[in-house]
Nanobody, 115 residues
Framework: QVQLVESGGGLVQAGGSLRLSCAASGSIYPINVMRWYRQPPGKQRELVASMASGAFTTYADSVKGRFTASRDNAKNTVYLQMNSLKPEDTAVYYC?????????WGQGTQVTVSS
Protein backbone atom coordinates (compact mmCIF):
# COMPACT_ATOMS: atom_id res chain seq x y z
CA GLN A 1 0.00 0.00 0.00
CA VAL A 2 1.29 3.43 -0.95
CA GLN A 3 0.19 6.74 0.54
CA LEU A 4 1.02 10.22 -0.67
CA VAL A 5 0.49 13.21 1.58
CA GLU A 6 0.88 16.75 0.24
CA SER A 7 1.43 19.81 2.39
CA GLY A 8 2.49 23.43 2.09
CA GLY A 9 -0.45 24.96 0.24
CA GLY A 10 -2.05 28.22 1.28
CA LEU A 11 -2.96 31.76 0.32
CA VAL A 12 -0.26 34.01 -1.10
CA GLN A 13 -0.16 37.31 -2.94
CA ALA A 14 0.88 37.50 -6.57
CA GLY A 15 4.65 37.52 -6.84
CA GLY A 16 5.04 35.48 -3.69
CA SER A 17 6.40 31.98 -3.14
CA LEU A 18 5.25 28.69 -1.69
CA ARG A 19 6.92 25.34 -1.27
CA LEU A 20 4.86 22.19 -1.54
CA SER A 21 5.94 18.83 -0.17
CA CYS A 22 4.70 15.34 -0.93
CA ALA A 23 5.74 12.50 1.34
CA ALA A 24 5.35 8.96 0.07
CA SER A 25 5.07 5.98 2.41
CA GLY A 26 4.63 2.27 1.93
CA SER A 27 6.25 0.11 -0.75
CA ILE A 28 8.22 2.62 -2.78
CA TYR A 29 10.31 1.12 -5.56
CA PRO A 30 13.67 2.66 -6.52
CA ILE A 31 12.52 3.02 -10.14
CA ASN A 32 9.53 5.32 -10.37
CA VAL A 33 8.24 8.60 -11.70
CA MET A 34 6.85 11.27 -9.44
CA ARG A 35 4.82 14.10 -10.88
CA TRP A 36 3.07 17.25 -9.76
CA TYR A 37 -0.32 18.03 -11.25
CA ARG A 38 -2.76 20.85 -10.62
CA GLN A 39 -6.43 21.40 -11.20
CA PRO A 40 -7.56 25.02 -11.48
CA PRO A 41 -11.17 25.76 -10.56
CA GLY A 42 -13.53 24.61 -13.29
CA LYS A 43 -10.72 23.17 -15.40
CA GLN A 44 -9.12 19.81 -16.06
CA ARG A 45 -6.15 18.50 -14.16
CA GLU A 46 -2.85 19.38 -15.85
CA LEU A 47 0.72 18.20 -15.51
CA VAL A 48 3.09 20.67 -13.86
CA ALA A 49 6.36 18.77 -13.45
CA SER A 50 7.65 15.24 -13.90
CA MET A 51 10.66 13.67 -12.19
CA ALA A 52 11.85 10.21 -13.12
CA SER A 53 14.24 8.57 -10.68
CA GLY A 54 17.77 9.15 -11.94
CA ALA A 55 16.62 11.39 -14.79
CA PHE A 56 16.03 15.04 -15.45
CA THR A 57 12.90 16.98 -14.58
CA THR A 58 10.46 18.34 -17.15
CA TYR A 59 8.05 21.23 -16.69
CA ALA A 60 4.91 22.62 -18.24
CA ASP A 61 5.65 25.71 -20.31
CA SER A 62 3.41 27.78 -18.05
CA VAL A 63 5.69 27.25 -15.02
CA LYS A 64 9.15 27.05 -16.58
CA GLY A 65 11.57 29.43 -14.92
CA ARG A 66 9.26 29.94 -11.93
CA PHE A 67 8.74 26.47 -10.44
CA THR A 68 11.42 24.01 -9.40
CA ALA A 69 10.64 20.40 -8.62
CA SER A 70 13.04 18.23 -6.65
CA ARG A 71 13.08 14.90 -4.90
CA ASP A 72 14.80 13.43 -1.87
CA ASN A 73 14.89 9.71 -2.55
CA ALA A 74 16.18 8.92 0.94
CA LYS A 75 13.05 10.50 2.42
CA ASN A 76 10.68 9.44 -0.41
CA THR A 77 9.64 13.05 -0.62
CA VAL A 78 9.23 15.41 -3.54
CA TYR A 79 9.02 19.17 -3.44
CA LEU A 80 7.68 21.92 -5.64
CA GLN A 81 9.20 25.34 -5.07
CA MET A 82 6.89 27.90 -6.63
CA ASN A 83 8.19 31.44 -7.13
CA SER A 84 6.73 34.50 -8.84
CA LEU A 85 3.26 33.10 -8.34
CA LYS A 86 0.42 34.39 -10.50
CA PRO A 87 -3.33 34.33 -9.93
CA GLU A 88 -3.59 31.75 -12.72
CA ASP A 89 -1.51 29.39 -10.60
CA THR A 90 -4.50 29.06 -8.26
CA ALA A 91 -5.41 25.37 -8.16
CA VAL A 92 -5.47 22.23 -6.11
CA TYR A 93 -2.01 20.69 -6.45
CA TYR A 94 -1.60 16.92 -6.43
CA CYS A 95 1.41 14.67 -6.39
CA UNK A 96 1.37 11.41 -8.29
CA UNK A 97 3.56 8.33 -8.12
CA UNK A 98 3.88 5.88 -11.00
CA UNK A 99 5.62 2.57 -10.34
CA UNK A 100 5.29 -1.01 -11.50
CA UNK A 101 2.28 -0.18 -13.63
CA UNK A 102 0.32 1.49 -10.84
CA UNK A 103 -0.61 5.12 -10.25
CA UNK A 104 -1.08 6.65 -6.81
CA TRP A 105 -2.45 10.08 -5.95
CA GLY A 106 -2.31 12.30 -2.93
CA GLN A 107 -5.33 14.11 -1.56
CA GLY A 108 -4.23 17.49 -2.91
CA THR A 109 -3.36 20.81 -1.37
CA GLN A 110 -5.00 24.12 -2.22
CA VAL A 111 -2.90 26.99 -3.53
CA THR A 112 -4.62 30.34 -3.88
CA VAL A 113 -2.82 33.34 -5.38
CA SER A 114 -4.49 36.71 -4.87
CA SER A 115 -3.96 39.61 -7.26
Amino acid sequence: QVQLVESGGGLVQAGGSLRLSCAASGSIYPINVMRWYRQPPGKQRELVASMASGAFTTYADSVKGRFTASRDNAKNTVYLQMNSLKPEDTAVYYCNLAQAGYLYWGQGTQVTVSS
